[in-house]
């Protein structure tokens, strides 16, 4: 299974970014996709997530900001982030899950990817 994170970058406050994680050797369909992101010094925190069932959830920081979407025909999720705050900075990770329930602890991920630094400056 490889999960491959990508579109991060540096941008200025108020400004967007859409990261992309595509994700092969799994079911794509079977799986949770989640975003998490880590601050330097700060345990990794959820983000958003896109069900096996095709429910979203979302942390209250970026409610109304990102929007997280999944292509099955490209085995890709997507997050869309808008309205950047310098408080978003940090490495964005992508992980998948295979449980019935989705979950919104990092240790319940079966599998991530390497990551993709975001920075918004003020």
């Known amino acids: 299974v490889q999960l491959q994170a990508s579109g991060g970058g540096l941008v200025q406050a108020g400004g967007s970014l859409r990261l992309s994680c595509a994700a092969s050797g799994l079911t794509f369909s079977d799986y949770n996709m989640a975003w998490f992101r880590q601050a330097p010094g700060k345990e990794r925190e959820f983000v958003a997530a896109?069900?096996?069932?095709?429910?979203?959830y979302y942390a209250d920081a970026v409610k109304g900001r990102f929007t997280i979407s999944r292509d099955s025909a490209k085995n890709t999720v997507y997050l869309q982030m808008n309205s950047l705050k310098p408080e978003d900075t940090a490495v964005y990770y992508c992980?998948?899950?295979?449980?019935?329930?989705?979950?919104?602890?990092?240790?319940?991920?079966?599998?991530w990817g390497q990551g993709t630094q975001v920075t918004v400056s003020s």
């Open positions: 992980g998948a899950d295979r449980s019935r329930y989705y979950t919104r602890a990092y240790s319940g991920y079966d599998y």
């Open positions: 896109f069900t096996w069932r095709y429910t979203t």
